[in-house]
């Protein structure tokens, strides 16, 4: 390469200039490009642009910050980690012994809600320690299948290793480490405002949990006819060694969450970034007393039927309540770095200026 | 040559030849046997009947032999191509990606392309080498002169002559030869223009063959209706590509740091990966090994090979620190930039209709960093347009210097028809002398209307032109016409001559050629009665030795006249006569003969046999010869002084001479008060020169002489606290001992600049070498990097485009490091939060077309257009120049700052949308801190920053920056939505799998907040402190632009020709992308564009 570009090119033509005759045939053209003479803006650092531009940093980032301080602020959050918490201790336990790891254990936390949860209510399950976001885990899965290719159904993609079939060498479905890997406690959860009042189970919305482009185009169920049932659909198949249900039997309540199309297994699917995260189970239902206003405060329980294993990578467990704003979740690192940066813009800027007015006011160093 | 008409006394001949390249001895080589047989084919040809060993005539456009087989073309050509250093170092990530458990990116989006473009080059061999394979071919001689050194047979012109004129080569021969049939020998190929040995047989009698009967390559023929020749030299083998395809391939300090760099780099990846791959190994054992229930691996848990395999996925993914592309990139933007220099009409020389042209394309930023030139004086620093300006003969000196409103004084010539009206001549005096018959004066001018090698051309009676080798002959001989001796034709045996208004044909016995050892000619001829005569010109050192003892007199005060035309800065030469004896001629003759055909030792023979006859020479007179100035030389020198350039001027002139240059182009000024003078060849010049190192001051100005060996160190010491260093009587070979001095010791970047054959060794032997294409042929430009026509551009070439070249080159540097490492470090970063598992950052198609897209057009931009101040603010303030000898702008510290700079910036780019990320969600509550919401947060902060980044560097904001700046971020965000839709997904599952991703995610005000903060924690630093530094420590750069309201320009241009500029800029540009992002066809599309342009 640099040999070839290293030849003396001759003369190149870029025009017809070869076509030219007379004494200035080979008089460059007179265009602005070829001479170097494009109108161009020439942008300078000088004091009357950096100066202002910096104070003006500052204020936008102080404003930003107090305005996004305050709304996070109006945010409030629950975090519970019922990992060894009240009975579920047992389970944990239990789980410990490899031979229990089928079964189905339930048990039950209580906590208190000090303050009243305004407004729309999110019911999250959090994991920690988690990764998700290991290479080799994140490939094995296959998008074709999930979307309801026919063909990947009975065929799982090479990415899904080592779940592709099972020993008897019937292709699972869904395929891959991470569909095996999912998350499997149930939670319900119970209210009652003092102790001695009624208990009140908690209504918790458990679809639109997930993006709308997945639910409606990146999981679809395979095709059937009219007169199939989901079941017959994902015949052939067998559903992933870790999991208890079938795929076309995730959601017993609802017949139109399963399959592929099952929104817990939706959101399980989109991998997080980091090891800890949380992942949205269900959104308070607002329709009925006492919770029109949002959760009210007082005393909660969660039956939590404790299915899925953590000791074995030194993991917790969560569940996490949290309201929104138009800002996202209770993050405060935002606001408190964008106050930050406006006192370091500011003090920067006063430095600037007192630069500015020790050397470059009178361009002392610029007449020499 | 197409319209050969056979002659009427012969018919066509053929001329077959069976080649046998056999080495005949040491170094001769049987060129071939040369037949001659009458036939009536109505086309000429000479038919070359090639042996299948043959290299002689192989190798280029006509003849050439394969170079492959069936069977051998596969290995063979695949082994070529995996020599390109790009190519092997893709095979080799092309094999790591192939081994699925190393593979952290697709190995398709590796291995189809690289297929392509092996398959396509492959063809492109394939098909060159069938066009190759030929055994057999007529050669038609209209191809021979642009191809080959022809031995000349046989001609239209009587006596064989042939006249030809050698543009590219150095001034005008004739040549002779003929011969029937015979067998040649010669010598090997090689590169000197002016010799040529060889032997024809012919019946078993042995001639030589010399320099006078070859046709060299580029030639053209003059006054010559025909000539048959045999080709002794084929293709490269030619003298003329022997001696200018030998050039050593420069390279540029900048070069030279990269590779320096890219070693470095290599080893800092290794250094990342082997980190990488150590955490990979502790968070095996503490993590991996308790997660294998979720992620189980075939042989269970083995941290050292899992480390091993993290390595080389990390070598992978973090391959982008090896700026592998970057040599293309570098070059494409040495190109562009020598386009600029061939494009500028500011060093366009209206004329000769000479543009300036950049021959080498790779050194353009080197000429941002010159500290020392080199310079010829003759046709450099002036015109080499001679006009005959004195004389002094027998004593007595004649003309006066030409003064402005003297026209009275010019002599009227019309007393002489065949006086060339341009000749101007200051004193009547002369003309008079002549026309009284003075003998001394006539035998002047007679001698020098016989003793040159000018080649008249009459086309009409009286209209005469002279050819001349060299424009002091020119010069001599328009004078001798114009003052009654009219040199008017010429044959290799007699010189026809007008001596006042009498035809007289003299015969010429002898030339004894000039050349730069001899630094004299002379030519023995008989008079018509009978009288044998030796003229001879010279040197007046040379010509003095050889003087008779009877002209001591006349030659003091001939020698006083000298020194006074020396002192006018005119240029000298001594004149002497001798009458010869026949009986000594004749035996002279017989030895001269002798000598000629001699094969070993000819050179020396002949010089004796010269010597000998060049001794007791009667002085004649002297001749002085001006030369004037170019345009503008005193103003570019102060203005290149200025920018702290050493101006050296290394001359074959007199001392004072080029003394009196000196002052007239103001390297020396009457405020120089200590003025040395080092003479050569005295043994205590090592003391002198010692002695004037003690007492040297700022303003002195040595001219050394001296270049022993033994001296070469002090001279250097000496010569370099000089301000001014001219060099006078110096010979080619010293010229570059010179430059390669100063290029060994000083370390300084060097360019040497000349017209002539003489300077060629200098201009290859510095950094950079420039050819002036004036009155002195062609070698100095065929065998220099730049050429151009007036010694004045070397001010534009040095002030704006090199500095600009420099300037954009370093700049280009530093942001594509920044970009690269800014990339890659985010990585790295990651990989603590993954576990080191090689999961990258980004989505692969980031990866791909980062790159390829998003960020390489406007840093082309940036590369091509940026102008830290204008053109005329760029000459103006020398001072400016200065950056570029420091080497400021790009260096190792440099770098290494280029290095912290990224690894601040892909901090920031990491960690604040971690931070910002954490824990948090949408506001409808759903997922946001999954793996691909935030691989187009990281992305679209990093491409964000970086393009802040180009935009705080670039200076100059043409309507193309701000398109390739804005296209490319709009590129981005059209490409994502595009990548990341319902249809892309649907139709490319598996490929697309980030559907829905810019849609969920580029919606939330948190994601822009983060966004803009990374933006801002980048860009302000940089903000602050280059404020800091303008207000603080103002560089010259500062100053100039702060004093000097950029003024836009706004020219006419057409809008159409702009519009096919910008249009192949940007396919170079493309061709360019798609180079850098690792899909290799763009490679073969690149070499086949460059190669057109070749060949165009």
Known sequence: ?368 | MNQLSPPPHLASPHWPLSLLPVPYCNDSLLVGRVYMYVCTCTTVHVHVSLNMHSVLLSQDNAIRTSKYNVFSFLPLNLFEQFQRLANAYFLVLLILQLIPEISSLSWFTTVVPLLLVLTMTAVKDASDDIVRDGRYYLLPLSECLSQADLLLLTSSEPLNLVYIETAELDGTFILKCVFPTGEVRCEPPNNRLDKFKGTLTVNGQTYALDNDKVLLRGCTLRNTEWCFGLVVFGGPDTKLMQSSGKTVFKRTSIDGLMNVLVLCIFGFLAVMCSILAVGNAIWEVREGSVFIAFLPRPNGVNAGFSAFLTFWSYVIILNTVVPISLYVSVEIIRLGNSFYIDWDRKMYYPKSDTPAQARTTTLNEELGQIKYIFSDKTGTLTQNIMTFNKCSINGKSYGRTQCRGDKTQTVDFTWNELADPKFVFHDPSLVELVREGDLAAQHFFRLLALCHTVMPEEKTEGELYYQAQSPDEGALVTAARNFGFVFRSRTPESIRIMEMGQEVTYDLLAVLDFNNVRKRMSVIVRSPKGKLILFCKGADTIVYERLHPSCLKLKDTTTSHLNEYAGDGLRTLALAYKDLDDDYMEDWRRRHHEANIAMDGKEERLDELYEEIEKDLMLLGATAVEDKLQDGVPQTIEQLAKADIKIWVLTGDKQETAENIGYACNMLREDMTEVFIVAANTRDVTTSISCFANVITHNSSPKAYALEKDLELELLRTACMCQTVICCRVTPLQKAQVVELVKHYKQAVTLAIGDGANDVSMIKAAHIGVGISGQEGMQAVLSSDYSFAQFRYLQRLLLVHGRWSYLRMCKFLRYFFYKNFTFTFVHFWYAFFCGFSAQTVYDEWFITLYNLVYTALPVLGMSLFDQDVNDRWSSQHPQLYSPGQLNLYFSKKAFVRCMMHSCYSSLILFFIPWAAMYDTVRDDGKDIVDYQSFALLAQTCLLIAVTIQLSLDTHYWTAVNQFFVWGSLSAYFAITFTMYSNGMFLIFTSTFPFIGTARNSLNQPNVWLTILLTSILCALPVVAYRFTLIQLWPTINDKVQATGPYDMHYVNYTLDMYCMYYIIYIYIYVLYVLYTSDVPCSRFILCTTLDMYVLY
């Not at chain 1, 390469?1 to 003369?11: D, E, I, T």
């Not at chain 1, 988690?130 to 990415?159: C, E, I, T, W």
């Not at chain 1, 329709?287 to 909660?300: D, I, S």
């Open chain 1, 1 to 368: 390469m640099q040999g070839l570009l290293g030849k003396p090119l001759g003369r190149v033509h870029w025009s017809n200039k070869a076509a030219k005759t007379g004494p200035l045939a080979h008089r460059p053209d007179n265009s602005a490009f070829m001479q170097q003479r494009l109108p161009a803006w020439s942008p300078m650092l000088t004091t009357s642009t950096v100066l202002p531009f910096m104070y003006c940093m500052a204020v936008l980032c102080l404003v930003v910050g107090v305005s996004l301080l305050i709304t996070v602020q109006g945010t409030q959050e629950m975090k519970l980690d019922y990992t060894e918490a009240g009975t579920c201790n047992n389970c944990f336990q239990s789980l410990k012994n490899v031979s229990n790891a089928g079964k189905s254990c339930s048990c039950r936390v209580v906590f208190t809600l000090e303050h009243e949860f305004k407004g729309d209510v999110f019911f999250y399950y959090g994991l920690q320690n988690f990764h998700q976001n290991l290479r080799k885990y994140m490939d094995s899965r296959d998008d074709a299948q999930m979307v309801g290719r026919k063909q990947n159904l009975k065929n799982p993609s090479s990415y899904c290793e080592p779940y592709i079939r099972d020993e008897k060498d019937v292709p699972i479905a869904p395929c891959g480490a991470v569909a095996n890997s999912m998350f499997n406690d149930s939670f319900a959860l119970q209210y009652q405002g003092q102790p001695g009042d009624p208990i009140n189970t908690v209504p918790l919305y458990r679809k639109g949990i997930a993006w709308y482009t997945d639910e409606n185009v990146k999981f679809r169920n395979p095709p059937k006819n009219k007169s199939q049932t989901l079941a017959q659909v994902f015949e052939g198949t067998t559903s992933p060694p870790y999991w208890q249900k079938p795929v076309y039997l995730l959601d017993p309540l609802d017949a139109t969450n399963n399959g592929f199309i099952n929104e817990d297994l939706i959101v399980w699917m989109r991998e997080a970034a980091f090891p800890n995260f949380k992942k949205l189970y269900g959104v308070l239902v607002r329709t009925q007393e006492p919770f029109t206003n949002g959760l009210p405060a007082g005393n909660y329980s969660i039956d939590i039927v404790y299915n899925f294993p953590v000791q074995y990578f030194k993991g917790r467990k969560q569940v996490v309540l949290s309201t929104v704003t138009w800002f996202g979740g209770q993050n405060r690192f935002l606001p408190i770095a964008y106050l930050v940066t406006s006192g370091l813009v500011f003090i920067i800027a006063i430095f600037l200026t007192v630069i500015w007015w020790k050397f470059g006011k009178d361009a002392k160093n610029m007449n020499e």
